[in-house]
């Protein structure tokens, strides 16, 4: 079974940053997508940003050019690095590992961001 942690959510201005971390344990597949999704009251969960193992990247076209995704293979961590952040970012991130080999998904359980002046 894998755990999925998040931390790095909290209040922040509009314009400001913010870095959110996971960190997977367990037994984690090492041909994965590692990714963040966020849930933003009365709204789907959408998909913001995806890693994979080989580094290939996917963004939301809402974040593009604010948020940037990353992950340490050898540790299990994915990062997001979230710049210049609007009120429209304010939501529960999700941390999201998508295991290729079983096809199996495992979500942490969130973490807010909140983007108010």
């Known amino acids: 079974q894998v755990q999925l942690v998040e931390s790095g959510g909290g209040l922040v201005q509009p314009g400001g940053s913010l870095r959110l971390s996971c960190a997977a344990s367990?037994?984690?597949?090492?041909?994965?997508?590692m990714g963040w999704y966020r849930q933003a009251p009365g709204k789907q969960r959408e998909l913001v940003a995806v890693?994979?193992?080989?580094?290939?990247?996917n963004y939301a076209d809402s974040v593009k050019g604010r948020f940037t995704i990353s992950r340490d293979n050898a540790k299990n961590t994915v990062s997001l690095q979230m710049n210049s952040l609007k009120s429209e970012d304010t939501a529960v991130y999700y941390c999201n590992v998508y295991e290729f080999k079983n096809g199996v998904n495992y979500w942490g359980k969130g973490t807010l961001v909140t983007v108010s002046s």
């Open positions: 890693i994979t193992t080989g580094g290939s990247t």
């Open positions: 367990g037994r984690v597949f090492s041909a994965n997508a």
